[in-house]
């Protein structure tokens, strides 16, 4: 452990509550912080849909991949920090662990200005291109990305301090206060949205200004509370500190979002070759998209707690709580990605109509959401596994489980079935890369010892 300073004392409950428990303590709150981000997307785009209109819906799609950019560089920071951090609260080592929350600090700060270069620079040439030249879509998702670009220095300090205190079992305090900041922003984005017709320039207000008000609640539960990693440790902390640790430990799952964001821009490619349809697909697709994101934060959810309990036990040098803890996480994430299953297999259509009016976009979604989620089941217990190899230190592992599905297969598969199958094959591409993720899955398990005596990295 970094420093080889004595352990530090404080009761960790990472390290004593049952299993069952611990689990359930965790998982269940993050859930409804997850959830409730879900809510406040699906509830924004039908806000967005509804009342600003088809172009309105088209340019929050066209905005998708950059928007999983967004995530992609907060889950670096977040994830990256988390794997260290909670290992070393595991250790007792809490001066050690603010310098990793300090670190991810500095590189928050380079990446947010690299990030606003960079958009500035190529986001005009390349939402055009993606829009398939409608200058109308293009120039609404622009004024969004340039919002919530903007906020990203918020975006990325709300993860970090969420994180650590996740890390620290505050996850109940994170999962009211994200019910009453999302709550709130709901509200705001009525307000912007349907009230005062600011379309999709009020969806990414309403946004930012949620990371604010959530940032500066998290600030204030650490400055109060003299049990959590001191705020301090911002100052006495280099901002320089871990970047490399935070960097290899977080890439996998940054370039596992950045690689939906690459699915996301595959997919409208596609998409625009379909002519006087393009902008209806496109359309159809950004409410599968809100539809699948709500879906999947639950599991991330599970996936998250299985982080923290690994991470603080293998710190301690208990991996048989861990493993059981990862059976349990392992049996709820199948459980539910089983019902968005279903859900998309019975129900699509109908989900569909609650973001528009139009019944030839509703339906289309419908079409879109039934191949997407035919292997869903599959996918939940892969990100679980990818999470505690993480939490364990090992990268290679989790690049494995992370980025092999969006990077090597899913745009492959999108760009070769639809060409050869027409437009159902785009969206057939999405099974396909799921029953090979099984299979890449299942080899890395049998391989990996997995609920044996695994040695944590150093």
Excluded at 9 to 37: H, K, Y
Excluded at 47 to 55: D, H, K, M, S, Y
Excluded at 61 to 80: C, I, Y
Excluded at 307 to 321: C, K, V
Aim: proline share 6%.
């Amino acid at each position: 452990m970094p420093g080889g300073h004595a352990p530090e004392a404080g009761a960790n409950p990472f390290l004593d509550l049952p299993v069952g428990r611990l689990f359930l303590s965790n998982a269940l709150p993050m859930a409804v912080v997850m959830s409730m981000g879900g809510v406040l997307n699906v509830v924004d785009g039908i806000f967005v849909g509804r009342f600003a209109g088809p172009q309105a819906l088209a340019a929050v799609s066209l905005a998708f991949p950059a928007v999983m950019g967004l995530t992609a560089l907060s889950t670096l920071l977040g994830g990256g920090m988390s794997s260290l951090f909670a290992r070393r609260l595991g250790a007792g080592l809490r001066t050690e662990a603010g310098a990793a929350l300090a670190g991810a600090h500095g590189l928050a700060a380079l990446v947010s200005a690299a990030l606003l270069l960079a958009v500035l620079a190529s986001g005009p040439r390349l939402l055009p291109v993606l829009s398939a030249g409608n200058d109308a879509v293009a120039g609404l998702a622009g004024e969004y990305l340039l919002i919530l670009v903007l906020g990203a220095p918020l975006q990325f300090g709300l993860a970090l301090h969420a994180d650590a205190l996740r890390n620290e079992g505050r996850a109940g305090l994170i999962a009211l206060l994200s019910v009453l900041v999302n709550l709130a922003n709901i509200a705001a984005n009525w307000v912007a949205i349907v009230l005062l017709g600011l379309g999709v320039a009020g969806s990414a207000l309403g946004t930012v200004a949620a990371q604010a008000a959530g940032l500066l609640l998290l600030l204030a539960v650490r400055a109060r509370d003299p049990r959590l990693v001191p705020l301090g440790a911002l100052r006495r902390s280099s901002w320089l500190s871990d970047w490399r640790q935070i960097l290899a430990l977080g890439l996998p799952l940054c370039l596992g979002f950045a690689g939906m964001a690459l699915v996301g821009a595959t997919v409208l490619v596609a998409a625009g070759g379909a002519g006087p349809g393009a902008a209806g697909q496109v359309a159809a697709y950004g409410v599968a998209t809100r539809l699948l994101g709500f879906a999947f934060l639950p599991q991330m959810a599970i996936a998250l707690a299985t982080q923290s309990i690994t991470g603080n036990n293998a710190g301690a040098g208990r991996m048989d709580r861990a493993a059981a803890a990862l059976r349990l996480a392992l049996g709820f994430a199948f459980l539910w990605c089983l019902c968005v299953t279903l859900a998309g297999t019975l129900a699509g259509g109908r989900l569909g109509a609650l973001f528009t009016a139009d019944p030839g976009i509703a339906a289309a979604a419908g079409d879109v959401l039934r191949p997407m989620t035919a292997l869903q089941a599959a996918a939940g217990p892969i990100l679980v596994l990818a999470m505690h190899f993480q939490a364990m230190g090992h990268p290679l592992r989790t690049a494995a489980l992370t980025l092999v599905k969006p990077w090597l297969l899913t745009p492959p598969l999108i760009l070769g079935l639809s060409a050869v199958l027409g437009p159902s094959g785009l969206w057939l591409a999405f099974p396909v890369a799921d029953a090979l993720m099984l299979l890449l899955a299942a080899a890395i398990v049998a391989r990996s010892g997995l609920f044996g005596p695994v040695p944590a990295a150093p």
